[in-house]
């Protein structure tokens, strides 16, 4: 490393200042500083503290850690004091007269308090500063540093970290594994630094000041090596894209070079990735009727063998069959396959108005097993019955059991056209075989196409090329497969007047080519998890920001991850949940009672704004009225009592962040004696609003704990004697930040790093889904919320001022327009809310120029531009006139026929000859 030397470590976030300090001061007696608002001079070197000990404030001048550090220094020693992120502070206020003793060593220096002190030879200092940070205070640094190091991001050096990192870790890959994944690795860095980061003009000339920084591509603490790949693409998704479009906000980078969200934020392979796949408890039966039948060729035995009550059943073998071919063999993620078997309700939904515990009306074509009561059949004949019996097949996935939709109408005619194969009422016994079929090798097609066409967006393969012009051609047979016996003389014609036309139906599916090039080779897969605990903890990152413009159920979002932490389902899991929050403690306010309930899950929330401080998040002094406080003292060998009545008492204390820390500290190392980590309590703290706060002021030295869990942290603060906090690895933070409010502090570039970004944006879907919760036979397209969201959807595409704003940013969201179960009519509920919520917003939003009204004069289709025009009316219009502007605007949208079919394609509604418009 150096001996007695100064050194300045520089360059943007994530390009691995600290690790390099850190990694050139191992071998050396260490004192890390991390550097933030809150540090002065009073607190680092030496000055008047407030101590808070037998319920009194004391003011005692002392040493600080920095001077307490260079007092205990040993001539036959090495030390090294690292500051890190000293763009934070004014230095040379924050270090006073040790700015001269660091540039003069060995040379005594007398403190303004008259103590004399001396930095030795022996000792080094080596300080990190952020260059990216546009919110750096301006450093007086002159003649302080020996040599001025900037860390320039590039691929060798990324390559050489991974392979030291290596090195920590047990890897269990080989030397030509590593070898590929390094390579992997490295591309996918070398892509996001210089073909999607392309600066500006006027910032091309400090793009080495602001490039993306190699740490972010690093894999996380905790995180093995066969997971890197899968770490990194998450920290690419919610870290580097969130990076890249805060550096286009700021005018850094050119936005129309970053790349597409589905495209880019996941990364689509050939070869099969590590992940859990779907594993079959087969029922013996069963699996013999299906190898005779479509392996051996032998008939459906239909009627014939019934024994011990176990009939055969010839159109569950058909689908089953079918659909473990998929599993063995599947062409996308088994992630996505499965995600496709339970949630589209396009290829079926048995729908009895039983909601099941996680609020969904009607089953899929799997529903987990412990659920499959909720859903008998409607008919009289079989109304004992579930379509999801348990005598047939098992399937798990992620350690849950799902049984398979098994009763089908005899009645199998397939219509040609394949929107009229969607049928989302069947209550009885009436799901039609084929159609199911058609709906499922469609859906599961056409999301191996969508996975190819990615794929090409970034490696132009001829072979992969070849396969996406095969399944096009496949799904367009698909679609057309009908049992309409005036297509009989096409190949996709099939029977079903006997049962044994479902071998024909199966023989029809598996002679498609991308079906028999299935069996024979790999799909394209991509790597990603929409889970946000796999997410941190597959990068490891144990914070988290949920972000999205108002209205997109941020802090409902937040609740409802906690709630599904907790495995709370049912429409009252916001009421089970209260039951999991932390209690303050009656006889300590500034404690957390201990919870008495052996649960898995416990949390609490705080809100911040513009005048929250450190002192009200991590540590502080309270004030507190002392009744009848006995003083007992001796006076002349005699023993006397005083009582203080009503006198004031001061303590230092844990506020939020450090009273959550201090409780889970206690469990983390409970479960660390006990070898039970993984058993051990998880503890989360929602902060809503997080960005309305000075995150570096209020975080303070906690933003470098964030990322190095379980260290401990000295803080100004003592509380029970200790000044020291950590941040266990079992606590999580999650953050909400609506990104429409520009008048609030964004959040710095140093600080992203330490945060995992997730977006939540306005979404048609969530609508309809409270509209069909209460009236589940309602039309989408009469009802005022879905023609409304749309209005307004469309006056943000129309009218938004998109060189200062993004849509993502700013479009009011879904909660606006949700229909709740109250006695206040539906139509009543939305009128009140667009009246009293909307129109206000919006005229904000026209006065902050992020919507521009003369837009409108642009749009060329009469209706639409009528539309607008009336929206732009009412927003501007006054309280008295706006319920029957209101009422005028409903029946011109509602009667609009270009609007009408807008809504259609919009909510995937419109139908086609030859398939659906996905």
Same mark, same amino acid.
């Given at each position: 490393?150096? %001996?007695?030397?100064?050194?300045?470590?520089?360059?943007p976030?994530?390009?691995?200042?600290?690790?390099?300090?850190?990694k050139m001061?191992?071998?050396?007696?260490?004192?890390?500083?991390?550097?933030?608002?809150?540090?002065t001079?009073?607190?680092?070197?030496?000055?008047?503290?407030?101590?808070?000990?037998?319920?009194?404030?004391?003011?005692?001048?002392?040493?600080q850690?920095?001077?307490?550090? +260079?007092?205990?220094?040993?001539?036959?020693?090495?030390?090294?004091?690292i500051l890190?992120?000293?763009?934070?502070?004014?230095?040379?206020?924050?270090l006073?007269?040790?700015?001269?003793?660091?540039?003069?060593?060995? @040379? =005594?220096?007398?403190?303004?308090?008259?103590?004399?002190?001396?930095?030795?030879?022996?000792?080094?200092?080596?300080?990190?500063?952020?260059? !990216?940070d546009?919110?750096?205070v301006?450093?007086?640094?002159?003649?302080?540093?020996?040599?001025?190091?900037?860390?320039?991001?590039?691929?060798?050096?990324?390559?050489?970290v991974?392979?030291?990192?290596k090195?920590?870790y047990?890897? %269990?890959? !080989?030397?030509?594994?590593?070898?590929?994944?390094?390579?992997?690795?490295?591309r996918?860095?070398?892509?996001?630094?210089n073909?999607?980061c392309? &600066?500006t003009?006027?910032?091309?000339?400090?793009?080495r000041?602001?490039e993306?920084?190699?740490?972010?591509f690093?894999?996380?603490?905790?995180?093995p090596?066969?997971?890197?790949?899968d770490?990194?693409?998450?920290?690419i998704?919610?870290?580097?894209?969130?990076?890249?479009?805060?550096?286009?906000?700021?005018?850094?980078?050119?936005?129309?070079?970053?790349?597409?969200?589905e495209?880019?934020d996941?990364?689509?392979?050939?070869?099969?990735?590590?992940?859990?796949?779907?594993?079959?408890?087969?029922?013996?039966?069963y699996?013999k009727?299906?190898?005779?039948?479509?392996?051996n060729?032998?008939p459906?035995?239909?009627?014939?063998?019934?024994k011990?009550?176990?009939?055969?059943?010839?159109?569950?073998?058909t689908?089953?069959?079918?659909?473990?071919?998929?599993i063995?063999?599947?062409?996308?993620?088994?992630?996505?396959?499965?995600?496709?078997?339970?949630?589209? =309700?396009?290829?079926l939904t048995?729908?009895?108005?039983?909601?099941?515990?996680?609020g969904r009306?009607?089953?899929?074509?799997?529903?987990k097993?412990?659920?499959?009561?909720? &859903?008998?059949?409607k008919?009289?004949v079989n109304?004992?019955?579930?379509p999801?019996?348990?005598?047939?097949?098992?399937f798990?996935?992620?350690? =849950?059991?799902?049984?398979m939709?098994?009763k089908?109408?005899?009645?199998?005619?397939?219509?040609?056209?394949?929107?009229?194969?969607?049928?989302?009422g069947?209550g009885?016994?009436?799901?039609n075989?084929f159609?199911t079929?058609?709906?499922l090798?469609y859906?599961?097609?056409?999301?191996?196409?969508?996975?190819?066409?990615?794929y090409?967006?970034n490696?132009?393969?001829?072979?992969?090329?070849?396969?996406?012009?095969q399944?096009?051609?496949?799904?367009?047979?698909v679609?057309?497969?009908?049992?309409?016996k005036k297509?009989?003389?096409e190949?996709?014609y099939?029977?079903?007047n006997?049962v044994?036309d479902?071998?024909?139906l199966?023989?029809?599916?598996?002679s498609?080519?991308?079906?028999?090039?299935?069996?024979? =080779?790999?799909?394209?897969y991509?790597k990603?998890?929409?889970d946000?605990?796999?997410?941190?903890?597959?990068?490891?990152?144990?914070?988290?920001?949920?972000?999205?413009?108002p209205?997109?159920?941020? @802090?409902?979002?937040?609740?409802? &991850?906690?709630?599904k932490?907790?495995?709370?389902? $049912?429409?009252?899991?916001?009421d089970?949940?209260?039951?999991?929050?932390?209690?303050?403690?009656?006889?300590n306010?500034d404690?957390?009672?201990?919870?008495?309930?052996?649960?898995?899950?416990?949390?609490?929330?705080?809100?911040?704004?513009?005048?929250?401080t450190?002192?009200?998040?991590?540590?502080?002094?309270?004030?507190y009225t002392?009744?009848?406080?006995?003083?007992k003292?001796?006076?002349?060998g005699?023993?006397?009592?005083?009582?203080?009545?009503?006198?004031i008492?001061?303590?230092s204390?844990?506020?939020?962040?450090?009273?959550?820390?201090?409780?889970?500290?206690?469990?983390?190392?409970?479960?660390v004696?006990?070898?039970?980590i993984?058993?051990?309590?998880k503890?989360f703290?929602?902060?809503?609003?997080?960005?309305?706060?000075n995150?570096?002021?209020?975080?303070?030295?906690?933003?470098?704990?964030?990322?190095?869990?379980?260290?401990?942290?000295?803080?100004?603060y003592?509380?029970?004697?200790?000044?020291?906090?950590?941040?266990?690895?079992?606590?999580?933070?999650? $953050?909400?930040?609506?990104?429409?409010?520009k008048?609030?502090? %964004?959040?710095?570039?140093?600080?992203?790093?330490?945060?995992?970004?997730?977006?939540?944006?306005p979404?048609?879907?969530?609508?309809?889904?409270?509209?069909k919760?209460?009236?589940?036979?309602?039309?989408?397209?009469?009802?005022?919320?879905?023609?409304?969201?749309?209005?307004?959807k469309?006056?943000?595409?129309?009218?938004l001022?998109?060189?200062?704003?993004?849509?993502?940013?700013v479009q009011?969201?879904?909660?606006?327009?949700?229909?709740?179960?109250? !006695?206040?009519?539906?139509?009543?509920?939305?009128?009140?809310?667009?009246?009293y919520?909307?129109?206000?917003?919006?005229?904000?939003?026209?006065?902050?120029?992020?919507?521009d009204?003369?837009r409108?004069?642009?749009v060329?289709?009469?209706?639409?531009k009528?539309?607008?025009?009336?929206v732009?009316?009412?927003?501007?219009?006054?309280?008295?006139?706006?319920?029957?502007n209101?009422?005028?605007?409903?029946e011109?949208?509602k009667?609009?026929?270009?609007?009408?079919?807008g809504?259609?394609?919009? +909510?995937?509604l419109?139908?086609?000859e030859?398939?659906?418009?996905?």
């Open positions: 490393m150096m %001996t007695s030397k100064n050194i300045l470590l520089v360059g976030a994530g390009c691995g200042k600290t690790y390099i300090a850190r001061a191992k071998d050396y007696h260490m004192l890390f500083i991390h550097m933030n608002e809150n540090v001079y009073e607190n680092l070197v030496e000055g008047i503290q407030i101590e808070t000990e037998l319920n009194s404030a004391q003011y005692i001048q002392k040493p850690v920095l001077l307490s550090f +260079i007092e205990k220094i040993e001539e036959d020693k090495d030390y090294c004091v890190d992120d000293i763009n934070r502070v004014d230095l040379s206020s924050v006073g007269e040790l700015f001269f003793a660091f540039q003069n060593k060995n @040379t =005594e220096i007398t403190l303004k308090s008259g103590r004399r002190i001396i930095v030795p030879n022996n000792v080094s200092l080596i300080a990190t500063m952020c260059t !990216s546009m919110h750096s301006n450093n007086n640094i002159e003649g302080l540093f020996d040599e001025i190091r900037h860390i320039d991001n590039d691929s060798n050096r990324y390559v050489l991974l392979r030291d990192l090195d920590e047990n890897c %269990t890959l !080989s030397s030509l594994e590593f070898g590929d994944l390094v390579e992997q690795l490295r996918e860095y070398e892509r996001y630094k073909e999607f392309v &600066f003009k006027e910032y091309a000339k400090d793009r000041d602001f993306i920084g190699y740490g972010y690093l894999p996380s603490n905790h995180v090596v066969v997971f890197w790949g770490c990194i693409q998450n920290k998704r919610h870290q580097v894209r969130p990076l890249l479009e805060q550096y286009a906000a700021d005018g850094v980078i050119k936005k129309e070079y970053i790349p597409d969200e495209i880019n996941t990364k689509f392979v050939i070869n099969h990735i590590k992940e859990e796949n779907i594993q079959i408890d087969k029922v013996p039966y699996a009727q299906e190898e005779d039948t479509f392996v060729g032998l459906l035995p239909y009627g014939v063998e019934r011990g009550g176990l009939q055969a059943n010839p159109r569950y073998v689908i089953s069959f079918l659909v473990q071919e998929m063995a063999h599947s062409l996308i993620n088994q992630m996505d396959l499965f995600d496709m078997f339970i949630s589209d =309700e396009q290829i048995f729908r009895n108005d039983i909601a099941a515990p996680n009306l009607g089953g899929r074509l799997f529903v097993e412990d659920e499959r009561s909720l &859903f008998p059949v008919d009289k109304a004992t019955l579930s999801y019996s348990d005598t047939f097949h098992l798990k996935y992620k350690g =849950e059991r799902y049984r939709f098994s089908y109408a005899s009645n199998d005619s397939c219509p040609y056209k394949l929107s009229s194969c969607i049928e989302t069947t009885s016994q009436n799901r075989l159609k079929v058609k709906m090798v859906k599961y097609l056409k999301k191996y196409k969508s996975n190819l066409e990615n090409l967006l490696d132009e393969n001829p072979v992969i090329r070849s396969k996406l012009v399944v096009t051609e496949d799904i367009e047979f679609s057309q497969i009908t049992t309409e297509y009989s003389a190949p996709y099939i029977s079903a006997d044994q479902c071998i024909k199966v023989g029809l599916i598996r498609l080519p991308t079906w028999q090039m299935m069996l024979n =080779e790999e799909g394209v991509r990603m998890s929409t946000y605990m796999h997410i941190m903890n597959a990068t490891d990152v144990r914070q988290m920001i949920l972000q999205g413009p209205g997109t159920s941020k @802090t409902y979002g937040a609740k409802k &991850f906690l709630a932490e907790a495995s709370i389902e $049912g429409d009252a899991w916001e089970k949940l209260k039951e999991y929050q932390l209690k303050t403690s009656i006889a306010e404690e957390y009672d201990v919870p008495q309930d052996d649960e898995k899950v416990y949390w609490d929330i705080v809100q911040f704004h513009p005048s929250y450190y002192e009200d998040f991590v540590r502080g002094i309270t004030v002392k009744e009848n406080n006995e003083i003292g001796t006076v002349d005699k023993e006397i009592t005083l009582v203080e009545k009503d006198s008492g001061y303590k204390v844990n506020k939020a962040i450090g009273k959550m820390a201090k409780l889970a500290n206690a469990y983390y190392q409970k479960a004696e006990n070898g039970d993984d058993g051990c309590p503890f703290l929602v902060i809503d609003e997080i960005n309305r706060a995150l570096a002021t209020v975080f303070g030295e906690l933003i470098f704990a964030l990322e190095y869990r379980d260290k401990e942290i000295n803080t100004p003592k509380v029970d004697g200790n000044s020291e906090l950590i941040i266990p690895r079992n606590m999580f933070i999650i $953050g909400t930040m609506n990104t429409a409010d008048s609030i502090g %964004t959040i710095d570039y140093a600080i992203r790093r330490r945060f995992l970004f997730f977006k939540l944006l979404d048609i879907n969530v609508v309809i889904d409270s509209i919760k209460i009236d589940s036979d309602v039309d989408p397209l009469e009802c005022d919320e879905v023609v409304l969201f749309y209005m307004i469309t006056l943000f595409d129309e009218c001022n998109e060189v200062d704003y993004d849509m993502d940013d009011l969201g879904h909660t606006y327009f949700l229909r709740h179960k109250t !006695s206040i009519p539906a139509e009543d509920q939305m009128k009140y809310r667009f009246i919520q909307v129109l206000p917003i919006l005229y904000e939003y026209k006065k902050d120029g992020i919507l009204f003369d409108i004069n642009t060329e289709d009469p209706s639409l009528d539309a607008l025009e009336e732009r009316d009412l927003v501007l219009s006054k309280d008295d006139d706006r319920d029957a209101y009422n005028e605007l409903l011109m949208i009667t609009s026929p270009t609007i009408k079919t809504i259609q394609q919009f +909510i995937g419109d139908e086609k030859d398939g659906i418009d996905e």
